[in-house]
């Protein structure tokens, strides 16, 4: 990584991820009318989440995303889909449209023999848009973008790269609680993002409800690979109609022999 230090790359990650904070708090302050009280749309959601993966001392993995979620129905509604969101998601009423930002910071051991140990930078952001259709006791969801990137590496200079972002999502009530199937491709460097959760609910009250449960995480590109599991905790505040989740769990990859770690979150809030 020439002339790149770990603290830098922290830096910049810390830059990005401030950029994205400020991109949704200019999202909330949209104005979200509702029109009059006879036709009224499904509020806007918003969502904010990210996260860290940790392969070993010279490895990670950064991310963050931020993102509105835009119903396409516009005529009477029944109940507005965001009053109670699903476990972890926005509203699933009606077919909804996803425009999100997403950043990233990936950095990993490399073989080579400029020097014993080589690191490869890739400091990107992927925009992208997606449609969310309602199925009969959850949703499915296709998402599709650019992804752009900075890649540092050792002795060259710093090169822009652009590829094929992808994303989807398939959620499903299944038994006591909801099976949430998540992955991604970012193609410039062919990274692939995988993650099963299954949330049961653990209680359920007037102020706010918990859930909770297990999930399993892979993440590879070309020779390279990682396995995370963990568990997941949501908190659903109907009140403010917002849903925050948090992960954490371990995680052995091809960068170190040891283990590693990693935790993330997101959150839902509807206006």
Avoid at 1 to 22: P, Q
Avoid at 177 to 186: E, K, Q, W
Wanted: include cysteine; hydrophobic fraction near 40%.
């Amino acid at each position: 990584m020439s002339g790149i230090g770990r603290g830098e790359v922290r830096l910049s990650f810390v830059r990005m991820i401030r950029i994205v904070v400020a991109v949704f708090v200019a999202l909330c302050l949209v104005p979200c009318g509702r029109g009059d009280r006879v036709a009224l749309a499904d509020p806007l959601t918003y969502e904010l989440m990210g996260g860290e993966s940790i392969f070993s001392q010279d490895s990670w993995y950064y991310f963050g995303q931020v993102g509105v979620f835009v119903p396409l129905n516009q005529g009477i509604l029944r109940q507005t889909a965001s009053e109670r969101p699903d476990v972890g998601t926005a509203g699933t009423d009606t077919p909804t449209l996803h425009v999100f930002l997403g950043v990233s910071d990936f950095v990993y051991l490399t073989s080579g023999t400029i020097s014993p140990k080589n690191v490869d930078t890739y400091t990107g952001v992927n925009p992208a848009v997606g449609i969310r259709w309602p199925m009969t006791n959850g949703f499915l969801e296709g998402d599709v973008g650019v992804a752009l990137a900075n890649a540092f590496q050792p002795l060259s200079p710093v090169q822009q790269m652009i590829g094929l972002f992808l994303q989807g999502e398939l959620y499903q009530k299944l038994g006591p609680g909801a099976l949430d199937l998540f992955g991604d491709y970012t193609g410039y460097i062919a990274f692939g993002y995988l993650q099963a959760r299954y949330l049961l609910p653990v209680w359920s009250g007037k102020d706010f409800s918990i859930f909770a449960g297990p999930e399993d995480i892979g993440e590879f590109s070309y020779n390279y690979w990682a396995g995370q599991g963990g568990g997941a905790i949501g908190i659903l505040i109907p009140s403010i109609k917002s849903y925050l989740t948090l992960d954490a769990g371990l995680l052995r990859s091809s960068a170190g022999e040891g283990a590693g770690g990693y935790e993330g979150f997101s959150w839902y809030v509807s206006f």
